[in-house]
């Protein structure tokens, strides 16, 4: 079992900047991939960016250029730099694994508000 904790969310103008965190613990060993996703109010949750054993990253297109994925296996950390920041950025942010045995696992979620 894998056990993840976001942070770093919050309310921010448009064209700000916010950097999410996750953090997992527990059988850590078994994680083949981490990425973002977010649900906004009323719509499907989505992909936001992911990031795989050896680094390779895929992002929406909607965030390419702005949002930046990283990932630090020794600490077993994913963040999120998110920059130039627009209101339809607006969602709850949740931090996702993949184990090798092909499921996946969610964080709790965090909030994101861009709005001025």
């Known amino acids: 079992q894998v056990q993840l904790v976001e942070s770093g969310g919050g309310l921010v103008q448009p064209g700000g900047s916010l950097r999410l965190s996750c953090a997992a613990s527990?059988?850590?060993?078994?994680?083949?991939?981490m990425g973002w996703y977010r649900q906004a109010p009323g719509k499907q949750r989505e992909l936001v960016a992911t990031?795989?054993?050896?680094?390779?990253?895929n992002y929406a297109d909607s965030v390419k250029g702005r949002f930046t994925i990283s990932r630090d296996s020794a600490k077993n950390t994913v963040d999120l730099q998110m920059n130039s920041l627009k209101p339809e950025d607006t969602a709850v942010y949740y931090c996702?694994?993949?184990?090798?045995?092909?499921?996946?696992?969610w964080g709790q979620g965090t909030q994101v508000t861009v709005s001025s």
């Open positions: 990031i795989s054993e050896i680094g390779s990253t």
């Open positions: 996702n694994v993949v184990i090798i045995t092909g499921r996946a696992m």
């Open positions: 527990g059988s850590t060993f078994s994680i083949i991939a």
